[in-house]
Structure formats: C-alpha cells, structure tokens
C-alpha cells in the first residue's frame, strides 16, 4: 500500500490507515489526519523535509518519517 511520503505534489489523497503506536499516532491523529480524510500534497521543501499538506481545510507541515506511517489510496 502507499504511503503519504509515496505522494507527489499537486495530488489528492484519501488517508486508509494511521500506523505508528503511542504518541506519536496520536499526534498525527490530533492534527486531523484520521481514516477516510482527503488530503492534498500541496508543497515539498527543497531538500524534501517537510511536506506540506492541506487538510480539513488548513496547511499542515508534516515530517517524511510520520508521513511515511499515513497510508493512503489516490
């Protein structure tokens, strides 16, 4: 399965799992990132860290190394 590092710029997301465990899951989950959300990749940083997402209708910055624990489907 993919995974929201997978992503390239100027597509569209739907988020299918939250993996990770303790904090750090609930981190991602608290900024709204949760099973079923649309997201958009709308930037990369030029040394590709972070990635700069839109959900629920804000920007959010989001490490690769999170970003690689979202799965997603296009």
């Known amino acids: 399965m993919k995974t929201l590092k997978d992503i390239k710029v100027g597509y569209m997301a739907t988020v299918k799992k939250v993996n990770g465990e303790g904090a750090v ?25 972070p990635v700069e997402l839109t959900v629920r ?18």
Do not use: F, N, Q
């Not at 899951?25 to 860290?49: H, S, W």
């Open 25 to 49: 899951r609930r981190r991602i989950m608290d900024m709204g990132i949760t099973k079923g959300v649309v997201v958009y990749v709308r930037k990369l940083a030029p040394l590709g860290d």
């Open 57 to 74: 209708g804000y920007e959010l910055s989001l490490r690769r190394a999170d970003a690689e624990m979202i799965e997603v489907e296009e």
